[in-house]
């Protein structure tokens, strides 16, 4: 793997794209049938030159291995875009267009087995530094949502990237709590990631918070592409490419996450698995890892310690005084809990625990997950297992 990726990185080093080219790479991405090895074909067949690429004859694709079929859609397609066009539309919404020899293309997602040719990408950089991938359950439990609040506050504290998918469930707590926390996420997406094209759609907001924090939304897809279900397994694979490791915190045996976890594996990298309890179906994908030799996590300190991060900056603790109500409301939290019923759990009048919530919030002990629905943050249960 290394000798593949240090001849690829030799290869790529030699390019640089005038415009013409890079137009052509936008074309060629932006045809649905063209997956990434066929376009890798390409890649080296015109030793990454775009605008040859994209005036390819039929001949040739068949040539360099294209199906017939594939090949005469494509010739057939072609006359009907207008890759400048494309281009533009790529320039209003704010989407940087990533070829594996621009500098912002991460490294390690040179080196897996299928790497994406490009990138649509939004927001910040995408990080280069120690990455954390977290996947899961879309029907995520209570402890599941209770784990992430314990585990990813202190990775992202310490600035390491959450990697996730933007799905229902756990992808979506994480990348929530990795904000809420102050810390970078990227968001890698199965469709475009402009703003009509963000799935589920239940996350538009999510994905909009993503960006106002400094994050970063990321696909293979060109903006417009619809989240189809063949695309998620390809967007597993740049979750596992971009991630030092893998975290598994809620998953059924037949869960997709479990998938992200044997292509963490297959390139190499670490697999970390959060047990659940052995009557829950959403955790037995989880303990099936477990016996197959995955690392066991059940504090964000096992991932710093394996990767020998620890010794150079523990997880902030926090010291602020709380008052009686205060501590009142964060004990009265087991669960992600409407603000009605915290204020019957606790008697007292809107305009008091409006107080509190808007307070508790500014702190950084409570998130708003959902409109009145509020949740511990990582240092709200920091503070609350120290007091106990």
């Known amino acids: ?21 890079r137009l052509g790479w936008i074309g060629l991405s932006w045809f649905e049938e063209f997956g990434s090895r066929t376009l890798w074909k390409l890649w080296n067949a015109f030793q990454g030159d775009g605008a040859r690429a994209w005036n390819v004859t039929m001949d040739r694709l068949l040539q360099i291995g ?7 859609a494509f010739v057939q397609w072609r006359p009907t875009i207008d890759i400048h066009a ?8 704010e989407i940087r267009f990533i070829l594996p020899s621009d500098s912002e293309y991460p490294d390690q997602l040179k080196t897996i087995s299928d790497p994406p040719l490009a990138l649509f990408c939004r927001g910040a950089q995408i990080p280069t530094s120690l990455s954390i991938g977290v996947v899961g359950t879309r029907a995520c439990t209570p402890y599941g949502l209770h784990v992430i609040r314990m585990i990813i ?3 992202a504290e310490l600035g390491i990237p959450i990697i996730s998918g933007l799905a229902l469930g756990i992808d979506g707590s994480a990348h929530r709590v990795a904000i809420d926390s102050g810390g970078p996420t990227v968001a890698v997406l199965g469709g475009g990631i402009n703003d009509a094209s963000i799935y589920p759609r239940q996350h538009a907001k999510l994905a909009n918070d993503i960006l106002q924090k400094n994050g970063t939304l990321l696909s ?7 989240s189809l279900k063949f695309h998620f397994p390809l967007r597993n694979r740049i979750i596992a490419g971009l991630s ?17 976890a044997r292509l963490a594996l297959e390139e190499n990298r670490d697999v970390f698995t959060v047990p659940g309890p052995i009557t829950s179906p959403v955790s037995s994908g989880n303990n099936s890892l477990l016996k197959f030799g995955a690392i066991p996590c059940t504090d964000a300190r096992d991932i710093l310690e394996h990767f020998e991060f620890s010794h150079q900056r523990d997880p902030p603790t926090d010291t602020e005084p709380l008052d009686e109500l205060e501590s009142a409301v964060l004990h009265t939290l087991d669960h992600p809990m409407h603000a009605d019923d915290i204020l019957r759990a606790l008697m007292l009048s809107s305009p008091v625990l409006n107080r509190l919530l808007t307070q508790l919030e500014l702190k950084g002990m409570l998130a708003e997950e959902e409109p009145g629905i509020y949740a511990l943050t990582g240092k709200a249960l920091r503070r609350r297992n120290e007091e106990n």
């Not at 293979?220 to 619809?226: A, H, L, N, V, Y």
């Open 1 to 21: 793997m290394e000798k593949r990726s240090q001849k690829r990185n030799r290869i790529l080093s030699r390019f640089e794209h005038t415009e013409e080219q």
């Open 66 to 72: 294209v199906r017939e079929s594939t090949a005469l």
């Open 86 to 93: 494309c281009h533009r539309r790529l320039t209003a919404e």
């Open 153 to 155: 506050p202190p990775l």
């Open 220 to 226: 293979e897809f060109p903006p417009g592409t619809q």
């Open 244 to 260: 030092n490791a893998i975290l598994v915190i809620e998953a059924s045996e037949k869960s997709g996450s479990l998938i992200t």
